[in-house]
Every structure is written in structure tokens, then in C-alpha cells.
């Protein structure tokens, strides 16, 4: 008796850990499909991360976000960031949709820069500046894709080697980017770099959030939060001054959640130069560590959204861009402020502005960021 007892035990145990084995490969899973090709003939394959609520997928063009689709208060699954519905239209688009940026994320001033009285020419796609890496930025190319199971979710290991030269930059950089979806319902990126030469380093993600899951809507009901008393004013080219100024009294103060509607239309300069906010907030209390950077809030679906980070600055764009031209996914074209980033980064031009932290990277060190985008509900 207590032997078939003792077997008995064994059998249940052993079921146990089986059911507990199914229900993880059924809620956290990872799905390679093919989105396509590009002109050129190139294979395009999607990745789509899923756990027990969410779902993620990404492609290995640009190691570029297409769909991120998350929970409203009611539990129904929406789509919350923009996108296209081909490699074609990713491409072609200039808005960055989704997408890492680099090698230098946001604006160099005039396309140049100076290290060790050598003088740098950059692609000037912006002007007379320099956007988010070029014209051939790490938007515009393919990523080898690495499907990872980490304890905390299902993750994908996106490489790129940026060639000494590329886009006029020196040095010969490898960069890794792990996007994983963990069982909290974060997408976390973590970047690890390493360079041959001195260089210029501050890579970015680009996905542009609508938390009302449908692009009909703007943005400007959406609440936001950012951690910072002081942002980084600019030029009517958009160019970082070098200064920091104080959010107090003005329209570029959320230190505590607001309508970002409430203000953008201002009589202010700042939103002038920007058509509305394009800028880079200085983050409270920087020390390399990951901390709150900024949060937002969409009332009517519940949808909320944490940004944490280890940056210094974040840039939060409202979308004063789109038009209206181009077809989005569904082939929907996006309208002013349908969609807004939340860019963590070393501040604009910092190459430039000796006073800003350094964004220097330099054989044998290597290059550590992390952000975490947390969605819950409210």
C-alpha cells in the first residue's frame, strides 16, 4: 500500500510539472514568419514575441518594432504603436516608425563634429544637420535575428556591424539589441556596443505610441509624466543651444501628469521652432542607473505606460510631422499627432556641446543602455 502510495505520488508530481512545462510553451512563445521582401529582393522575417496578455513583433529591417498590441481596462487586445504593412513602405518612410536609430540617435548640428582634432562630415538628411544616423541610418538595414528564451520572457538578439566610415562615422562599431517581452507586459531593450576606433555613440528606439489603440485618435488627451525640472532649448533649426532650462511656468513643464493638448499650441517659441514638442527633457537625478523616466496615461482605454531608463535625456515628440501623406498599416495614412515617442538618449549635438555628457565611446569599453516601456492598466 504505502509503495503504490509512494508511485502514486511520483505520477501526480511528474503531471504536475509536465501541465506546468505546457502552460509556459503555451503562454510565452516565439514565431518566425516571413513579412515580405524588399525591392531588392531581400528577405524580410518577422519575429512575434507572445505571453500570457501581449504580444510584440519585430522584424529584423531596421530591427524595427511593426505591432506591439496590449490590453485595454476591458482586456480587449489593440495595436498601440504606428507602422507599415510592408518592408516596401518601411523602406521608403521617413518617419522612422518603430525603428533603431543610429548611430547617433536625433540631431547633429550641420552634419559635423570634432574628436581628437579630427573634424567628422556626416550625411546632412535634416537640413543643413544630421538626423537618427543618415541617410542609411540602422532604420535602413538588416539586422541578423536571434530568438532568445530568458526566464523573465521570450526575447530576440537583433547584430548589425556598423563599418568604419558608414555614414561618415569613425570606427568600427558591433552593436546588439535583446528587445524582450516579459511576463509583467514590459518591452525591454537592452544595447550593448563596442567600437574599434574612437567614435560618437547614441543609438535610440523610435516607436511611435497611440495608447487608444486606434489611429484615428491623436494623442492630444493622452497624460504625460516626465521625471525632469530642467529640458535642453533649441535653435530654430532644432539644434540644441548648450544651455538647460527650467520646465517651471512653462508649457514644457510635466513634472506632474497633464493633457499634452493643453499646452502644444501655445504662444511659446520653443513650440514654435518644433511646431509643437520636439525636444529633449533632462532627466531628474541621472546616474546611470535604470530609473522612472517619464509615464503616460490614456483615460478612455485605461492603457499605462512607464518609461524607465539609464539615459540622461529623453526626447518626447508629438508627432507634428504627420500629415496625412503616405499610407500606415491598413493602409490608413496617419494624420497630425496620431502617434508620440518617447526617445531615451545622451542629449541632441552632444558631440558638439562640450558641457553635455559624453557620448564618447572607445576600444575597450563597451557601450551599455537599457529602456523598459511598462504597460499596464489604470
Partial sequence: MKKFFAVSICIVFLLVIVSCQSNKKENTMINKSSFGKLENGQ?????????????????????????????????KLEDIVLGYDTPQDYAKGTSYFGAIVG??????????????????????????????????????????????EKENGPALKLTYISKDGEEGYPGTVKLEVIYTLTNNNELSIEY?????????????????????????????????????????????????????????????????????????????????????????????????????????????????????????????????????????KNGKPYQLRTGLCLETQHYPDSPNKPDFPTVRLNPGETYKHTTIYKFSVK
Fill in 192 to 328: 550593448s556596443a563596442t567600437t574599434d576606433k574612437p567614435t560618437v555613440f547614441n543609438p535610440t528606439h523610435h516607436s511611435y505610441f497611440n495608447l487608444t489603440g486606434n489611429t484615428e485618435n491623436t494623442i492630444l488627451d493622452h497624460e504625460l509624466m516626465i521625471n525632469a525640472d530642467a529640458y535642453t532649448p533649441v535653435d530654430a533649426g532644432l539644434i540644441t543651444t548648450g544651455k538647460l532650462e527650467k520646465v517651471e511656468n512653462t508649457p514644457m513643464d510635466f513634472r506632474k501628469r497633464v493633457k499634452i493638448g493643453e499646452g502644444i499650441n501655445k504662444d511659446f517659441e520653443q513650440l514654435k521652432f518644433g511646431k509643437g514638442y520636439d525636444h529633449n527633457w533632462v532627466l531628474n537625478g541621472w546616474d546611470k542607473t535604470v530609473k522612472l523616466a517619464a509615464t503616460v496615461y490614456e483615460p478612455k482605454s485605461g492603457r499605462y505606460m512607464e518609461v524607465l531608463t539609464d539615459q540622461p535625456g529623453i526626447q518626447f515628440y508629438a508627432g507634428n510631422f504627420l500629415d496625412g501623406t503616405g499610407a500606415g
Fill in 43 to 75: 528577405e524580410v522575417t518577422a519575429y512575434t514575441l507572445t505571453n500570457k496578455t501581449a504580444q510584440v513583433k519585430i522584424i529584423d529591417y531596421g530591427a524595427t518594432v511593426v505591432s506591439l498590441t496590449m490590453p485595454d481596462k476591458n482586456g
Fill in 103 to 148: 548611430r547617433y540617435g536625433n540631431r547633429i548640428g550641420k552634419g559635423k563634429f570634432t574628436l581628437d582634432g579630427k573634424e567628422y562630415k556626416l550625411a546632412t538628411n535634416n537640413g543643413e544637420n544630421h538626423l537618427h544616423g543618415g541617410i542609411i541610418g540602422y532604420n535602413k538595414v538588416m539586422w541578423s535575428a536571434e530568438p532568445l
